[in-house]
């Protein structure tokens, strides 16, 4: 075996021990690593396969480091979900074991904005349900939801009072939603959004715009969710394309 081969194995295993201790409540959310020194003795390993592990603990968000404070363990976000899962905020919440709740802001007929007629594929004068909701889990705010829908899907007496929307869109207008193109994003402190969700300064917004397509292969709902960064993450599978 090549001493790059055994340093690399090192790295991985202080990367395997550290995420064991964070899973296991020996080392806890936002708890202060010891010093490299220190830290790297009582691991039995160099300084350098240390710093090698917590650069890549750091990139992973498990940990972050603070130039001349220390380095502390992050809150592990308690939802996670598969990118290429298309699942409605309400299941992601059911299948984490959580009771799923909604704070209704706004459910009204508006005039579309350019964005929005170009997204929902719209013609001259129409216009849409706009959305805008607080979803929670056992109770505590996890995600700001501003959903978009075509109004000619429904009577002008429909308005969205809880739950999920995938199940309205089936219930209201017999529409089930197929797939859908998503874009994610980051953002930091947003005054409003922020506030509504609970969120301090220091925690950065997930923003996933996803545009959902029916069974018809026609946009019926745009939707931009805004999730606590340190109570949910996405992840996605990538395969190697055959050669």
Known sequence: MSLENVQKSRYIMVMERIKKEIKEGHLVPGERLPSENVYAKQLGVSRATLREALRILEEENIISRKHGIGTFVNQVPVFSSGIEELNSITEMIHSAGKRPGTE????????????DKEKLQLQDGERILLVKRVRTADDRPLVYCIDKVPARLFSEESHLLGGSLFNFLEQEAEVHIDYATADITTVGYHEDISARLKCSKKIPLLVLKQLHYSTLDKPVLYSINFFRSDQFSFNVLRKRTQR
């Open 104 to 115: 209704v802001l706004l459910s009204k007929y508006v005039t579309p904005t350019e964005e």
